[in-house]
């Protein structure tokens, strides 16, 4: 039996590992577009509780309600959603009780908010953790949450629908499907919005936060709009998230039919957990992975409207700043 070459083995390591990190450097998955030319100024952002919420919520996480009640605060937060070109708005309102009663809203506080936001689509965001708070195989469960969402809407006629986010949802889940054919029917004349689950991918293989293809075109022909959640990967090289974006991008929107799509993109820092790193998941990287798959386009597609941010409340100066300068269509002056 021959020896081990140990040093060879070494040599070829390090040869291998400056090839890998060469091709690494010189691949450019992604693709930086300034000119604006994929932003429709239809946008959509997930905003914070506060701004409908019930008093008892104040006061359950001892937090002030003066921020969110202060007009100048809403004429403020109006006026630079406005400016990155916001459209839709997700306002949250989750989670519901066991027994499918959405969260309570300041009944006063949500008509002025209405009225400061009357030029947007605002759909209160609701929904929670399955099996915890919601439980849409059962019949009970589902009457008691649809009745919640249109004594909601019909209290505030001026929300444009509702945007539903329950989390985990595998792939598969038929009483959600359900859910949504008994929400559409309830309500009609108003948008059914759906924070979508992104496809399978190798980078990310836990099957309850993912919808296979045949599934996620089941959900849309049931919904108005997706919102897929396009994070939450544990990537930890840039490169491979604008990748996992390309990618994404390509199948939802082929997936979805003539569902308009919002492609959801991180924009919070959730530091020390294994599914996100900031430095990897953020405004940047994914807009440089959607932009490199609608530039393969000469025409955007069709029930493509824009991106989503995930979140307002952890949205800076400089990160709106990215989004102004590698994204948004520059408004004429």
Known sequence: MKKINLKRIIALFVIFLNLAISLYTLWTPGT???????????????????????????????KAPSKFRDKENMLSLQRDLQKHNIKYIYPHLCPTDFQGHISKVDHEQTKNFLKVFNDFKVMPWVGGVLGEHCFPESKKWRKTFIESVIILLESHPSFSGIHLNIE????????????????????????LSVAAYPPP?????????????EYFKEVSRRVDQLVPMMYDTGIKLPKFYQKLMTDWSHEVLQWSGNTEILLGIPAYNDYGVHYHDPKVENISNALAGIHSFLNQHSKLPDNYSGISIYCEWQMTEGKWQTLNDSFLKKRQK
């Open 32 to 62: 930086i577009i300034t000119n604006g030319k994929h932003d429709k100024g239809q946008n959509g952002i997930w905003i914070q509780h506060g701004w409908l919420g019930h008093h008892s919520w104040f006061k359950k996480y001892k």
């Open 168 to 191: 985990p949802l595998p792939s598969g889940n038929k009483s959600l499907l359900v859910l949504l054919d008994e929400l559409k029917l309830a309500m009609p004349t108003k948008t």
């Open 201 to 213: 991918t190798l980078w990310h293989p836990y099957k309850e936060v993912h919808w296979e293809k």
